[in-house]
């Protein structure tokens, strides 16, 4: 933790953490100028920056090679504070000398549950008496509510303080929901927009094993209202599951996406042997 960071009172969130999305560019004509010294000086100088990091309470930071000329390297920082997250933040765009990076896109945002989780009445009402025709207050329902719930704060823990992958595949695009005159999302009753979640939902579980999700909010934070970030193994999957997620009605009526960036998780030898430094 950097010594101005701790100087500040912590601006710590009720729940979960704060996420920076951060892309450069690397301006090579100013790379090229320094010596051979100096060059080693400022990865060995980003190195370090990036270990002080990852050893930081509650925090975890993530390494890409962005796969088009939109950014030539990236960055997702996890932290809580947000004072040690803007700290962190402009370190990271000065670690390598003041004219190498140049941010090209960032988004901040902030993990969370969202609204429209089952809660455990729902659960026991629909799937228990209404479905499998349990007996309340039975054994039999007593023990399914109670693993129900157990699966539920795993879930929750996961959202609001998740393990990031170190699957290679790396996928951001920002989301937010149509409020225009004919499809406005806001306009329609919570239930209605829990109906139309639990089924975009299923088309997404397809993919488990295959892709792993995180969506962070950015309503008030950012230009858009959410992050929507993806991991996989290879290309294919985060081309299948968004081309899917497009005829689900939720996005078919309501989307609209911004920008996607395409990023390899590279150890940082390897990064900076990618990129080009």
């Not at 009172?9 to 790379?31: A, R, S, T």
């Not at 000086?41 to 990852?54: G, S, V």
């Not at 509510?145 to 695009?173: A, G, N, R």
Request: negative net charge; charged residues 25%.
């Amino acid at each position: 933790m950097t010594q101005e960071a701790l100087n500040s009172d912590p601006i710590v969130p009720n729940e979960g953490w704060h996420v920076i999305h951060l892309f450069y560019q690397i301006d090579h004509g100013q790379w090229s100028v320094l010596s051979d010294d100096e060059k080693l000086k400022a990865k060995t100088n980003l190195t370090k920056l990036i270990h002080d990091i990852r050893t930081s309470l509650n925090t975890q930071i993530l390494s890409f090679s962005i796969v088009t000329p939109k950014a030539d390297i990236g960055f997702m920082l996890l932290t809580d504070d947000l004072h040690l997250a803007n700290s962190f933040e402009k370190q990271l765009t000065l670690a390598l000398g003041p004219d190498i990076l140049t941010p090209s896109f960032s988004y901040l945002s902030m993990t969370e549950t969202g609204e429209y989780m089952t809660t455990s009445e729902e659960y026991a009402q629909k799937n228990l008496i209404g479905e499998r025709g349990i007996t309340k207050d039975s054994d039999e329902y007593n023990t399914s509510l109670e693993e129900f719930q157990k699966h539920i704060e795993k879930y929750t823990k996961d959202k609001l303080y998740p393990s990031m992958p170190d699957w290679p595949v790396f996928c951001f695009y920002s989301m937010a929901k149509r409020r225009g005159e004919v499809y406005n999302w806001y306009k329609l009753d919570h239930s209605k927009r829990k109906e139309l979640m639990v089924e975009h939902g299923k088309v997404g579980r397809r993919w488990a094993g295959k892709i792993r999700q995180l969506i962070t909010g950015s309503v008030g934070l950012d230009d858009s209202e959410w992050g929507v970030t993806l991991f996989a193994k290879n290309s294919f999957e985060i081309k299948s599951i968004v081309y899917q997620m497009r005829f689900d009605e939720v996005s078919v009526k309501y989307g609209e996406f911004g920008d996607f960036y395409i990023g390899l998780q590279l150890p940082l030898d390897q990064l900076f042997r990618r990129v080009g430094l």
